[in-house]
């Protein structure tokens, strides 16, 4: 049987708790704050089978994504310097646009598709997302997909 390997990107607060915990627990192993498997399960409060069951499902959107490529659609106001401002984000992260295309505003609001390059000194993508997304002006930001 062909194992499935669709990817989807979810925000935290639609993950199953038990996956969440699963993360803390890789978390607390690479970090070797815990000496087991067993340790780290009993500090999240999961069982090491489930554990076992989830490791190689579950990661932080930042993991393994160095040398990577994302593309994502940001809707905007058509606002002086909003797009200089997102633009400043990503140069703060030390990331590089491979592409990048804005629609033409209609009623004041515009679509913006980034193709981003994750480089080795990138800082963590997921906060260079969160800062995007909270900046004023900025109604949402999709993440369309990780290559």
Known sequence: MAEN???????????PEVLLKV???KRLLESGRVASVQEAA?????????????KDDIFPFHDNVKGKTITMVIQLDDEPGLLSAVLGIVAKFHANILTIHQSIPVNGIASL??????????????????AIDETEGIHYVKI????
Do not use: H, Q
Not at 9 to 15: G, Q
């Open 5 to 15: 390997n669709k990817f989807y990107v979810l925000k935290e607060k639609a993950v």
């Open 23 to 25: 993360v803390e627990a």
């Open 42 to 54: 009993e500090k999240v409060d999961i069982s090491r089978s489930s554990f076992y069951k989830y």
């Open 113 to 130: 598709t980034l193709s981003i390059d994750i480089l080795p000194e990138t800082g963590d993508p997921a906060l260079m997302v969160d």
């Open 144 to 147: 369309l997909s990780r290559e």
